[in-house]
């Protein structure tokens, strides 16, 4: 395993409230993204991190907010819910930006009513 | 633009061939495959770089068409263990895209005894 933390694994939560999805990760690795995941779209990238503090907006960033204050940990807010944000986030991280593998959590399920 | 997988599903007997296709608008600079379980996260499979040789792991195989910008994955003697979605990841080598995949929607594969 790489040792990549999601939480909350699950959430239901109502349109208009605000929600923190955390990514841990144990490997020091530098680079870590937050996707999600919908039925027919594959996994978009939301934001990015290259380092602590460094952060930037990926295809399907609006909505969304991150930081990033150590390197475990890569933090996704929404800052007020839709429906339309109901989804799978999946957080990844890379030991480098050069082409290798993302090493993907499991998952954090969102249903936003 | 994501990349345009085909076909959207397939289902194979055990011991079978497929060919799972990721074509691009873009020129590309890597292709990526992972290959995700139901309820699970995205695995990597394998890496093809602009330039390099085609890559295999276990019976699966991939090519990378620079000319037409074509990734294709081979499912070679599939096993039920074969059985999942899979994705390709096209990266555009541009030095803001670095480390930042765009996923195709997804081939769903169905390996049956």
């Known amino acids: 395993d790489a040792g990549i933390t999601q939480s909350p694994r699950h959430k239901v939560t109502e349109t208009g409230t605000p929600v923190t999805l955390r990514c841990h990760q144990t490997e020091n690795h530098r680079y870590m993204y937050w996707y999600r995941q919908d039925p027919g779209h594959g996994l978009r990238l939301i934001h990015y991190s290259y380092g602590v503090k460094d952060t930037d907006k990926g295809e399907v960033s609006d909505g969304y907010s991150v930081s990033r204050s150590k390197t475990e940990d890569f933090l996704l807010t929404l800052e007020s819910a839709t429906s339309s944000q109901t989804s799978v986030y999946f957080c990844?991280?890379?030991?480098?930006?050069?082409?290798?593998?993302?090493?993907f959590g499991e998952g954090s399920r969102l249903t936003v009513l | 633009q994501q990349p345009v997988q085909s076909p959207q599903a397939v289902i194979l007997r055990e011991g079978e061939d497929a060919v799972i296709n990721c074509s691009s608008s873009?020129?590309?600079?890597?292709v990526h495959w992972y290959r995700q379980k139901h309820g699970e996260a995205p695995v990597f499979l394998m890496i093809l770089l602009k330039g390099g040789e085609q890559k295999g792991h276990e019976k699966i195989s991939a090519s990378f068409n620079e000319k037409k910008q074509q990734s294709s994955l081979y499912l070679t003697a599939s096993q039920l263990s074969y059985s999942g979605t899979y994705f390709c990841?096209?990266?555009?080598?541009?030095?803001?895209?670095?480390?930042?995949?765009?996923f195709g929607a997804g081939t769903q594969v169905v390996v049956t005894p």
């Open positions: 990841g096209t990266e555009i080598g541009l030095t803001d895209s670095w480390g930042k995949l765009q």
């Open positions: 873009k020129a590309l600079y890597s």
């Open positions: 990844a991280i890379s030991e480098s930006t050069l082409p290798g593998e993302l090493f």
